[in-house]
């Protein structure tokens, strides 16, 4: 696994696939510190669940900016900019998808004892009305709470 990858390169092995495969987008991010300023990590992740059982090959690709949300037990700025990755990941497969099953996977507890549930409804408005399909959340979203979060980390401290 690497933590980018070439657009091109996840298409061509989309595109490759057969109509059984299934396809999963996740989004996960963490805050961190940096010389006394706060950044925020995103990963999207790609799963490509190849005939929907024969394994999977899995893409990330994380990025960094810095973090301007200034609830840090109920994130919602950094949140919904998960959201927006995941759905512009979507959005830029949309035509080589096709007819594979896709879902899109979001890293919100619906829990309202999690922070995260402060944007549960307004995430999954939004995915609904972008990407036209219901999105997963916890406990559901593997890609997001699982393949984008192994990409965590890669920033350089």
Same mark, same amino acid.
């Given at each position: *696994? ?8 996840? @298409? ?53 900016? @810095? ?12 949140? *919904? ?41 307004? #995430? ?27 990409? @965590?980390?890669?920033? #350089?401290?």
């Amino acid at each position: *696994m690497s933590n980018t990858f070439n657009i091109e390169e996840v @298409k061509s092995f989309i595109n490759e696939s057969s109509l059984n495969s299934k396809i999963y987008i996740g989004a996960d991010s963490f805050r961190y510190n940096k010389k006394g300023k706060w950044y925020a990590e995103y990963t999207v992740a790609i799963v490509i669940h190849k005939e929907g059982r024969h394994g999977c090959k899995v893409f990330g690709k994380t990025t960094h900016e @810095k973090d301007y949300d200034n609830k840090h037990d109920r994130p919602a700025l950094r949140l *919904m900019n998960e959201v927006y990755r995941a759905s512009e990941m979507y959005l830029e497969l949309a035509d080589v998808i096709g007819d594979r099953h896709a879902e899109v996977h979001l890293d919100i507890n619906p829990d309202i004892m999690h922070g995260s549930s402060c944007v549960v409804n307004q #995430a999954i408005g939004y995915i609904r009305g972008v990407c036209n399909i219901v999105p997963m959340v916890k406990p559901q979203a593997f890609a997001a709470s699982y393949a984008a979060d192994r990409f @965590k980390g890669f920033y #350089a401290a």
